[in-house]
């Protein structure tokens, strides 16, 4: 990244990648998969 403000405006998309669409083949699926009541899932 070029900044600091460059490297912050792309973490969140990042994280919602990491969490939420990576495949990890020990837990069969994204690791938030995992997780109950995350925000949003229970609406």
Known sequence: YR???A???ALP???HAY???RHH???GGP???RVPNLSG???
Do not use: K
């Open 19 to 21: 969490n939420n669409h």
């Open 3 to 5: 900044s600091e403000a």
């Open 25 to 27: 083949t020990a837990l």
């Open 41 to 43: 899932q229970n609406s």
């Open 13 to 15: 998309a990042w994280l």
């Open 7 to 9: 490297r912050r405006a």
């Open 31 to 33: 690791p938030a998969s």
